[in-house]
């Protein structure tokens, strides 16, 4: 390597150091806000990972635990979950706490490459757009859910997302899907995406890696694997208030118009087979177009609507949606698109339309309210319109 080749990798590794220091500094006031608020109100979510993990060292039940009050929330993931958070049980819960969040952070930029791995690839000044995206990524709403919560939905993101678009990955393709569906089961859309699209060596080791997990409890923790699918897995309600405003499924959604529950029941299934239908079909012809961004993108949002919970942490897929919207950041449109969604999913909308609706205002507040209450669960139907019908059309005015 010549002398000035050596300078350039020098002063290469040198700006993304700097660039690693500034979203470091920029993601800091959130991270302490959260990593130091009350210890009830602190990183819940994963209290009750850990929590799990303790049951099962202690030999006790998994799914019968609450955590302390005022939270008193159960374990509800799938067995394998609470055999990985052993680890966790085992860390100090400040230790937890900041291991935690650095992973938060390293899933984060692992969805930020790939998602805008067009823009970024043979930039001079990639590392510094790397860090204005990371930024910008880390302030939408459902990513700072992540961090306040503690959630695990940004690395089931970055698992479906890396295997999906590694170019040649040191993994057999589809066993990052197959772990993510074993402990998270919404991921499991992507099984349905693979069949789909009909990427069957990859389907096939998806559902071996997916099965051989749920199945791999049963030998070690038989009893809790036997109470999660036969009990726990059976009661929506574990999974908190399926009315509340966090949740942006399409059956949250419906709920909250408070039809009879039939009616509610029927309109969903309904609801759930036209936009499977639609968004499925969007990601085939993306994928068929060689758009795999766009393909993920769209099954992350299935990930999010067809679930019967889906609260608004889950929507860390907009990310991904952002990626695939800007493309290779060639098209000033898109572009203008792009920012416009971030910014909607930066702005804590549907909390608007509960205050809304607390004012009372006569027509106002029960029409347009519940309307801004839904706001990011309807914007996520938006979203897939976007990237199944509109954004083929602006690509044969501008292709990336």
């Not at 993108?297 to 952002?322: C, E, K, R």
Request: glycine residues 6%.
């Amino acid at each position: 390597m010549t002398g000035g080749a050596v300078s350039s990798v020098r002063r290469r590794w040198w700006a993304w150091a700097l660039a690693a220091l500034v979203v470091v500094l920029a993601a800091a006031p959130l991270v302490v806000t959260w990593l130091t608020n009350a210890d009830d109100q602190r990183l819940v979510d994963l209290d009750v990972y850990r929590t799990g993990g303790q049951m099962v060292l202690d030999g006790r039940p998994v799914y019968d635990f609450f955590t302390p009050a005022p939270q008193l929330l159960p374990f509800t993931y799938p067995p394998i979950s609470v055999l990985l958070a052993v680890p966790l049980a085992m860390m100090s819960w400040d230790a937890a706490q900041w291991v935690w969040t650095a992973g938060v952070f390293v899933a984060l930029g692992v969805t930020v490459w790939f998602a805008f791995r067009r823009t970024l690839e043979g930039k001079k000044y990639a590392p510094w757009l790397f860090a204005a995206l990371m930024v910008a990524c880390t302030y939408l709403m459902p990513i700072r859910d992540q961090v306040r919560f503690g959630q695990v939905d940004i690395l089931l993101v970055a698992l479906c997302l890396a295997d999906c678009m590694a170019k040649r990955p040191w993994w057999p393709r589809g066993f990052l899907i197959g772990l993510a569906t074993a402990v998270k089961l919404t991921p499991g859309v992507f099984l349905i995406y693979l069949l789909v699209t009909k990427q069957w060596k990859t389907f096939w080791m998806a559902s071996f890696a997916a099965a051989l997990l749920t199945l791999l409890p049963f030998a070690v923790i038989p009893q809790d694997a036997a109470d999660f699918w036969f009990s726990a897995l059976l009661d929506p309600e574990r999974l908190g208030s399926n009315a509340a405003t966090t949740n942006q499924s399409l059956r949250g959604m419906l709920i909250r118009l408070y039809l009879p529950d039939a009616l509610t029941t029927v309109l969903w299934l309904a609801l759930v087979a036209l936009v499977a239908w639609y968004g499925f079909r969007g990601a085939y012809r993306a994928y068929q177009a060689k758009d795999t961004l766009t393909a993920v993108a769209l099954v992350g949002l299935m990930a999010v609507l067809l679930s019967p919970v889906a609260w608004i942490h889950h929507l860390a897929w907009i990310v991904v949606v952002l990626g695939a919207l800007a493309g290779a950041g060639r098209d000033r449109v898109r572009l203008w698109v792009a920012g416009g969604v971030w910014l909607y999913y930066v702005l804590p909308i549907p909390w608007w339309g509960v205050s809304l609706k607390a004012a009372e205002i006569p027509v106002l507040s029960p029409v347009v309210g519940k309307l801004v209450q839904n706001a990011y669960g309807l914007g996520a139907l938006v979203l897939v319109w976007l990237l199944a019908a509109w954004l083929p059309k602006r690509r044969t005015i501008l292709p990336d």
